[in-house]
């Protein structure tokens, strides 16, 4: 599969008062978005396994569940890299129902019209800066590139559904799936007919204006 339309959206975001041809060779990005593969796995978990125990008492993925998907699917996550370290990562699948089930959890469907967002995380370090927001804009904006994508899916509980909504999310109802205690949130984002994309690269960049949801959870 060709992602020459979706390369924009993963470009590194170079300091305007630095040119490409001036950079040093070995200099990292400053930002760099990318999709991640299994050798990101640790570094990915490391900082789910922060953002959720302390909250839920369990990550949406084991260690085991990113690098399977990292192994299926790595063009449908995305992490965000500055100076070469991971500062936040969204993880998905391909899901081919209109609602989610247990199998949704673990399973990658690639005949699938929807991509089911498993998790958005950021690294503690990070958080309370946006970050959360500006990479699910970015993902959204990359999935519209991708042709057999129809819609986004995700569920959580029900505190961050506001977050959700802030960046296009409607409640589709209560979710099937329960872990433990925890019941959840279905959400649904329309990837297809939602904007046209602009296919100059030069002129994607960040949305003027970025949401920042000032509430005490891990995924800003």
């Known amino acids: 599969m060709s992602l020459v339309g979706a390369l924009p959206f993963l470009k590194p975001r170079l300091s305007p008062s630095v040119s490409p041809g001036r950079q040093r060779r070995h200099t990292l990005p400053a930002s760099e978005f990318r999709p991640l593969n299994t050798q990101d796995a640790i570094s990915v978990f490391e900082i789910e396994k922060e953002a959720f125990i302390s909250v839920s008492g369990d990550c949406p993925l084991h260690l085991d569940e990113v690098r399977h998907f990292l192994t299926l699917c790595p063009e449908l996550s995305m992490g965000w890299f500055e100076e070469g370290r991971l500062v936040a990562f969204i993880i998905g699948s391909q899901w081919d129902q209109d609602r989610l089930t247990l199998d949704a959890l673990t399973l990658h469907k690639p005949k699938g ?10 690294h503690r370090t990070f958080r309370q800066q946006g970050k959360g927001p500006i990479l ?46 925890l019941t ?10 939602h904007a046209l994309m602009r296919r100059n690269s030069e002129a994607i960049g960040f949305p003027q204006t970025i949401p920042v949801v000032h509430i005490n959870y891990d995924v800003k």
């Open 184 to 193: 959840f949130t279905e959400m649904q984002y329309p990837v297809r007919g």
């Open 136 to 181: 699910m804009w970015r993902y959204l904006q990359y999935l519209r590139c991708l042709p057999y994508v129809r819609r986004a899916v995700l569920m959580c509980e029900d505190f961050l559904v506001p977050f959700y909504q802030k960046s296009g999310f409607k409640v589709q109802g209560r979710c099937s799936i329960t872990v433990a205690s």
């Open 113 to 122: 019209s929807t991509v089911h967002i498993h998790v958005l995380a950021v």
